[in-house]
C-alpha cells in the first residue's frame, strides 16, 4: 500500500482562507476586528521567528495583531501587568505568551494569569480542566490542528483505535483528550511504555509526539493505519540539515494508509489552530455564533 499524503501545507491554507472569510464577515456586519496579542520575553532565536510568523499570518487574516517584544530581564512583576492589561483590554480576543520564557519566570504562574477567555493557546489550567470534562474550551493549537486533518480525512473517528506516543502537556495529553472526545478508543504511550513496537501495531490511528528522529519505523505501522507525525526534529544528513519527523516517513508510507510528512503536515496546522481560535475567542467574547469546523 503506498499512503495518501495528508497535505498540512494546503489543509492549513484552507483553514486561513475560511478564517478571513469569517473575519472579513464580522467586520462588516458587526464592525468587529479580532485580535491576538503576542508577548516574547526574550530573544530566543527561534521564538523570534515563531512570533513574527504569527504576526504575519494575523495580518494576512484580516485580524489586528499586537506583538509585546520585552527585555529577557522582565520582572515577573511587570510580565504579569502587561498581561492583566491586554485581559481588559476589549481589543484583544487573544492572548499567547511565547514559551518558553526566561529561567526566572514562572511559566505556571503566567499562563494561568491569563483571561481563561483570551487563552488562545489552551494551556490555562481551566481549559485544560474543560477539555478534559468534555465541555467548550479553547483548545491548545497542534492538537487541534491534528484533529482537523484526522476529520477531514476519516469523517467520523468513532470507534478507531488511537495510540498517542507522548504524554507532554501542550501535545500527547490534549490530544488523547481529543480523540477521546471523538469517541476513539485511546492509548497513550510514553517513554515507559512496554512493548511500545506491539502497541502501535494495534492502532488505526498513530499521532507522534515524541521528539526522537523517526524512531517510529514503518514495520510498527499497521496496514492502511492513518499516521499524524508532530516531531519537529533537525539532523544533519549527508552533510546538510534537514528536518524529520517521529515516523519514518519513507518506510511507514508503504504500510500506511495516510500519512503527514515533515515539514509541510502538522507544522503549518499549528499557527492556522491559533487564528481559528482568536477567531472563536472573539465571537465568544462578543455573544456571536462560533464559526463551523474552526473548533473542536
Ligand atoms: P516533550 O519532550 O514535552 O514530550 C515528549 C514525550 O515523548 C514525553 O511524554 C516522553 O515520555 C515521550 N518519549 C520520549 N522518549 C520516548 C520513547 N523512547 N518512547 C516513547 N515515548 C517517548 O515534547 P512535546 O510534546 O513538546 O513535543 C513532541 C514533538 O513535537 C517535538 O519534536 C516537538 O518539536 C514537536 N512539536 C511540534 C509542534 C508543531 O507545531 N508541529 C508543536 C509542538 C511540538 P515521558 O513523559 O515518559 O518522558
Redesign the pocket.
Known amino acids: 500500500m503506498v499512503a495518501q499524503v495528508i497535505d498540512g501545507k494546503a489543509f492549513a491554507a484552507k483553514v486561513r482562507a475560511q478564517v478571513a472569510d469569517q473575519v472579513a464577515k464580522l467586520k462588516e456586519e458587526n464592525g468587529i476586528t479580532p485580535g491576538l496579542a503576542v508577548v516574547l520575553v526574550g530573544e530566543d532565536p527561534a521564538s523570534q521567528v515563531y512570533v513574527r510568523s504569527k504576526g504575519k499570518q494575523t495580518v494576512e487574516v484580516g485580524m489586528n495583531s499586537y506583538e509585546h517584544k520585552l527585555d529577557v530581564d522582565t520582572s515577573e512583576d511587570d510580565l504579569l501587568a502587561l498581561i492583566d492589561k491586554l485581559n481588559n483590554d476589549p481589543a484583544v480576543h487573544g492572548i499567547l505568551v511565547q514559551l518558553p520564557l526566561p529561567k526566572h519566570l514562572n511559566e505556571d504562574l503566567v499562563i494561568n494569569s491569563i483571561d481563561p477567555a483570551k487563552d488562545v493557546d489552551g494551556f490555562h489550567i481551566s481549559n485544560v480542566g474543560l477539555l478534559g470534562t468534555g465541555q467548550k474550551s479553547m483548545v491548545p ?2 492538537p487541534l ?1 491534528c484533529l482537523m486533518m484526522l476529520r477531514d480525512h476519516h469523517g467520523s473517528l468513532s470507534g478507531m483505535d488511537a495510540v498517542v ?4 502537556n ?3 495529553k490534549p490530544m488523547a483528550q481529543l480523540l477521546l472526545g471523538d469517541s476513539c478508543t485511546v492509548t497513550i ?5 512496554k512493548d ?1 513496537p506491539d502497541v502501535v501495531r494495534r492502532a488505526d490511528i498513530v499521532v507522534a ?4 528522529p523517526e ?1 517510529v519505523p514503518g514495520d510498527w505501522i499497521k496496514e492502511g493505519a492513518t499516521v499524524i507525525d ?4 533537525r539532523i544533519e544528513r549527508d552533510g546538510k540539515n534537514k528536518l524529520v519527523g ?1 515516523v519514518d516517513y519513507a518506510s511507514a508510507a508503504e504500510r500506511a494508509g495516510a500519512i503527514t510528512p515533515v515539514p509541510g503536515g ?2 503549518p ?2 499557527i492556522a489552530c491559533l487564528l481559528a481560535n482568536t477567531l472563536t475567542a472573539c465571537c465568544r467574547a462578543n455573544s456571536l455564533p462560533e464559526p463551523e469546523g474552526l473548533t473542536a
Not at 506516543?165 to 507532554?168: E, V
Not at 508532530?230 to 526534529?233: A, D, E, L, M, R
Open positions: 493549537c497542534t490542528g506516543i507522548g504524554r507532554s501542550i501535545v500527547g504511550a510514553h517513554s515507559r511504555t511500545l509526539a515524541v521528539g526522537r524512531m508532530v516531531g519537529i526534529n517521529d502538522v507544522g496546522m499549528t
